[in-house]
């Protein structure tokens, strides 16, 4: 089978998927007891029939349930994801706000622990046993086995707290007396100031995988014969290390990379929630209290979106890292 | 027989030489040792703390902190004080430890007394209490002549308070039960000072008179009718902020848990004598009174009643002007006066009890105490319980599985491997905790929910690597001739295929616990933990949503149990990943 076909086969499947999974969110929130419309109303605000009707009507809840999912298929493909309950402004308007804050966190956080991840591991597998891999093990280990949240508490305790180096919560600081464009670095500096210890905590709950992973491959690789060939030429041993070994074994870091992409969200809401950082994970825990089912319908189909994606590029990827990879 | 006498022998040793591998290699051992000093924790919870920790709050000041880090940085501390030994005068000799004085016509005698009800022990003594009997009779017989007043005064044992600091709050019970007051109408008076009761005025806090320093908390009339009861000085007839919750015949007194405390949330108390709903600005449906079973009889009337009062803080803290001359003697005093009324015809009689004081103290127990203050050494040990519970537990069930769907597919294969993969892969792409976030407010916090939940959204992983095991031992020749020789699916599976896979599946369920431990503490710790069970992750949620997060042994301990029970897991699994699957040995 060739590149192309194979290409094909991925995608038919990867839109059977998608198809299922937003047809799963469509059933799990219509299973959700409890009316969304004692949320969103304020008891009292809603005095009759006819006013519950407009109301009903406005947020599409009338129809028969098959009218009801084939409208929501269609929104979701068009993106276009309906009123939010909770305050009752277009989601799709939101979604955009909220994105760029969890997506500059996010992926800052898993760039840094990515990079930070794959040296110390190479690093690790070369000198195997040694003092240094013990020590990123180790560390590796602990950092994996802390709750995010608590690294986030301690962060914000001997940081802010005690030394007063960073703000505690919040991603600039109110009222800030600076108008963009002008004083852009003031802005700039601000941001940053306020992200340095959301990051720090994301990277430090990240880049643990990354390097065991790394380590892992990397011992498999490190006894190839090609990396002895290497070596006997002569090449550097960073050269050695980084070019030709890591490349080989760059292979289920990908995988790696494009299934972690489920698993950021999970980082993102406690992050968020511990540092008050008005992300997609923020609005996603507000939501889900608030039983706010377009933003929760949204969020779920863009992230099985953004995974079934990366899934199929990573795919798709090998070929071209790898020539020895058959397609089938 | 000699078969399989044998086989088990086999297995014993092979057991015992994995063991002591396991304890050779120092990581693993590590684990092991941290694991057993966590699991008696657990097992032993009950046994390593007197309290409750659900149920009892205010054990000492909020966030107080732990007595020996006090000790050992020499911060200037006090500690709880129970001045009076005997509060519920449970044997005849509780009338001796008392000084009494009193007028010639009134008189004091202990009672055995075993007509509590349960409700008003619990309410008065807290839930560790035991219902005990006795208490004072009070009896007036008439007035002095020429004298409009008849007192009783009642002073404690002198005791010494012996802390730098002046406590920063106390709270003062009593219990009554007023007679026939309309002719003599009674006032209480309670006194805590360094000066006996003759000295004693009616000076207030805001004086500040520092020779006297006598606070008198309350000349209130006694009455007959029924009152509102008060605790620590908080009327709890607004129940917006406050709710007491009756609970398996304890109360709990409590803010409404969780974070989500919006227009649906609907508490229901199964309290006797105060029910309130939090959604309704309702008087009480039932009075804050309750009768007096056991003394009934001999009453002229039907409608005396128990009461129970508590002079708490009423003012702004006056603790630390109470007992600013610290260190030194103090007493605590009660009186009773009586006032005369027209013609007194007799028959007057007070019955007291529970004549209990606590001075709070800002250090406590070994990992002091949170924003409510709650034993923070008793959330650990039982938090230990419920972590490694949900979390043994929820590894478990996706382990099983993940075997099963594993084992099915792998063996069966065909349209059964074709449909559970995809399911897998479905599974996979839908968001772990936030699906989970979804499920718990569906299905309701609570612990078997959040087990099931982690169990069924863990077990993917597992599956895929269980199946492509099965793949390769499917084509394997001893699976051949066990089919040659005419065994089932069944029989191959059982007697062939999982003795092989089994080394996994101990690591798995090894290195799957941190992860269920993990989930579970960020669950509690987003607010919507199992509120009928105390976890690590709750503890580290009372920290964050108040001011304990900036108290180090707040946090400093729940965090560092979670890390070091996941960590121990992950060590011990993987060394026992190295021993059982010895793949990478070989290589130097």
Redesign the interface.
């Known amino acids: 089978m060739g590149l192309r076909e194979y290409i094909v086969k991925r995608i038919i499947y990867t839109v059977i998927l998608l198809f299922i999974v937003i047809t799963l969110n469509f059933i799990i929130f219509m299973l959700m007891p409890g009316d969304p419309m004692a949320m969103f109303a304020q008891p009292g605000k809603i005095r009759d029939e006819a006013q519950r009707q407009a109301v009903m009507e406005r947020f599409g809840l009338n129809d028969p349930m098959y009218i009801r999912y084939g409208k929501y298929v269609l929104n979701m493909l068009t993106f276009n994801f309906g009123i939010s309950y909770m305050n009752q402004v277009p989601v799709s308007e939101e979604i955009g706000d909220r994105m760029i804050y969890t997506f500059i966190l996010v992926g800052i956080s898993t760039v840094l622990s990515i990079i930070i991840g794959i040296i110390l591991g190479v690093l690790s597998a070369y000198k195997r046993g040694g003092k240094l891999d013990t020590v990123n093990v180790v560390s590796a280990l602990t950092f994996y086995s802390l709750p995010s949240f608590w690294i986030g508490m301690i962060f914000l305790l001997v940081f802010s707290v005690h030394l007063h180096w960073f703000p505690i919560s919040g991603f600039q600081t109110v009222g800030l007396n600076a108008v963009w464009p002008q004083d852009w670095a003031v802005i700039l500096g601000d941001r940053l100031w306020h992200m340095v210890l959301p990051v720090a905590t994301l990277t430090l709950f990240m880049y643990g995988g990354y390097l065991l992973l790394t380590r892992a491959v990397m011992l498999e690789t490190l006894t190839d014969d090609y990396v002895l060939t290497a070596r006997a030429k002569g090449l550097k041993e960073r050269t050695v290390l980084f070019k030709h070994a890591l490349k080989n074994a760059s292979l289920p870091l990908i995988t790696n990379v494009a299934l972690s992409f489920a698993f950021v969200m999970t980082g993102a809401i406690i992050t968020e929630q511990v540092f008050s950082w008005r992300g997609m994970g923020q609005w996603l825990f507000k939501s889900i209290l608030f039983y706010d089912y377009p933003v929760l319908q949204a969020i779920f189909y863009l992230l099985a979106l953004v995974v079934l994606a990366a899934n199929f590029l990573s795919d798709i990827l090998y070929g071209f890292i790898d020539p020895r990879v058959k397609y089938g | 027989m000699q078969k399989k006498l044998s086989k088990r022998q086999f297995r014993i040793t092979k057991i015992r030489e994995t063991l002591a591998k396991i304890i050779r290699n120092k990581r693993a051992l590590f684990g092991i040792i941290i694991l057993i000093i966590y699991g008696s924790l657990a097992v032993f919870a009950p046994l390593l703390t007197p309290y409750d920790p659900i149920r009892d709050k205010a054990l000492s000041m909020p966030l107080s902190m732990p007595l020996w880090y006090a000790n050992f940085l020499q911060i200037p501390h006090s500690e709880n004080v129970l001045p009076i030994s005997d509060s519920y005068l449970d044997s005849p000799s509780a009338l001796p430890e008392w000084t009494i004085n009193h007028s010639s016509t009134v008189n004091i005698s202990w009672i055995n007394f075993t007509g509590f009800t349960r409700e008003i022990d619990t309410l008065v003594r807290g839930p560790q209490e035991h219902r005990k009997a006795g208490c004072f009779l009070i009896n007036l017989t008439g007035f002095p002549e020429n004298q409009t007043e008849a007192t009783l005064t009642l002073t404690a044992r002198p005791f010494i308070y012996s802390y730098p600091i002046a406590p920063q709050r106390f709270k003062v019970v009593l219990l009554y039960l007023a007679k026939k007051v309309e002719l003599a109408p009674a006032r209480m008076f309670v006194y805590i000072g360094q000066n006996t009761v003759e000295s004693m005025t009616d000076d207030f806090v805001g004086v500040g008179n520092e020779v006297i320093r006598t606070f008198q908390l309350s000349k209130q009339n006694i009455k007959e009718n029924s009152e509102t009861i008060y605790l620590d000085g908080l009327p709890l007839q607004k129940p917006k902020d406050y709710a007491i919750f009756y609970n398996n015949g304890t109360i709990v007194f409590s803010k409404p848990p969780g ?2 405390v ?3 949330a609907n508490y229901k108390f199964y309290n006797r004598y105060l029910i309130y709903d939090s959604n309704r600005e309702e008087k009480p449906l039932s009075e804050t009174t309750i009768e007096w079973n056991q003394l009934l009889a001999d009453s002229q009337s039907s409608t005396e009643k128990f009461k129970v009062r508590y002079f708490g803080d009423v003012m702004a803290d006056p603790a630390s002007i109470v007992f600013s001359k610290k260190p030194g003697n103090y007493t605590v005093v009660f009186q009773l006066v009586f006032q005369k009324k027209g013609n007194y015809t007799g028959g007057t009689a007070v019955f007291l009890d529970n004549l209990y004081v606590k001075l709070y103290g800002n250090a406590f127990g070994s990992l002091g105490t949170d924003t409510y203050g709650s034993d923070l050494f008793c959330q650990l040990v039982f938090g230990a319980q419920i972590s490694l519970f949900i979390g043994l537990l929820a590894a478990f069930v996706s382990v099983v599985l993940g075997l099963t769907v594993g084992l099915l597919a792998g063996y069966v294969g065909g349209l059964t491997d074709e449909i559970l993969m ?1 399911f897998t ?2 599974l ?8 989970i ?2 499920m718990m ?2 299905l309701g916090a609570s612990m078997w929910n959040l087990i099931i939940l982690l169990g069924f959204l863990g077990w993917m992983g597992f599956a895929r690597t269980v199946r492509s095991m099965v793949l390769s031992l499917r084509e394997r020749p001893f699976i051949e001739s066990a089919k040659a020789a005419g065994a089932g699916t069944g029989y191959i599976i059982s007697k062939h295929v999982i003795p092989n896979v089994m080394t996994v599946v101990y690591v798995t369920l090894a290195t799957s616990v ?1 992860a269920a431990i ?1 989930s579970e ?2 669950l509690s ?2 607010g919507l933990g199992d509120p009928l069970h105390i976890s690590w ?1 709750k503890t ?1 949620y009372y ?2 949503t108040s001011q304990g ?2 108290q ?1 042994f707040c ?1 400093l301990p729940p ?1 560092l149990s ?3 029970v ?2 121990s897991f ?2 011990f699994g993987f060394a026992l990943d190295d021993i059982l699957n010895p793949r ?1 040995r070989a ?1 130097k």
Do not use: H, M, Q
């Open positions: 974070r989500n919006n227009a649906t995809r892969d479905i996979l792409v839908l968001p772990g905790l936030p699906l976030l979804v407010v569906v941190p993990l503490a960020a710790f987003l992750g580290l920290a964050e997060w900036k180090w946090v965090g979670i890390a070091l996941s960590l992950i060590l990478l290589r």
